[in-house]
């Protein structure tokens, strides 16, 4: 029994999960990334603009889900601000950047767009 002891503390010591480690002073809480691309989609699903994809026009819904779709074969996980870059903001076949067309006309890049919406959400009450 003596000689099962130490073996049992170096496996009990092995197999102990350790705790993340906490979020440094002053640093904000870490957010739920796929919730605010979510909150990316769900704005411009709603958003009085056209979507301008390799120059045709798109309404907002059928924007969010080709974006939605692009997200989903993406395959790893990204930040809402990788969303933005790599899926929102051009295209992945021909690398035109996107655009956005405003209720009074003017057009300006879907960069711009979604990182201001992103500003928004993230500023928003919780």
Known sequence: MT???PLLVLLAA???ATPPDPP???APP?????ARIEALL???STADVTFIRNGSPHEPKAAADHLR???KRAGRPLTAEQFIENIASKSSMSGKPYLVRLADGKEIPA???FRARLAEIDAAPR
């Open 3 to 5: 000689r099962r002891l």
């Open 14 to 16: 092995c197999t102990k």
């Open 24 to 26: 440094a002073p002053g």
């Open 30 to 34: 870490a957010r739920d990334e796929n």
């Open 42 to 44: 769900r704005a411009v």
């Open 69 to 71: 779709t692009k997200w």
């Open 111 to 113: 960069g711009d767009w």
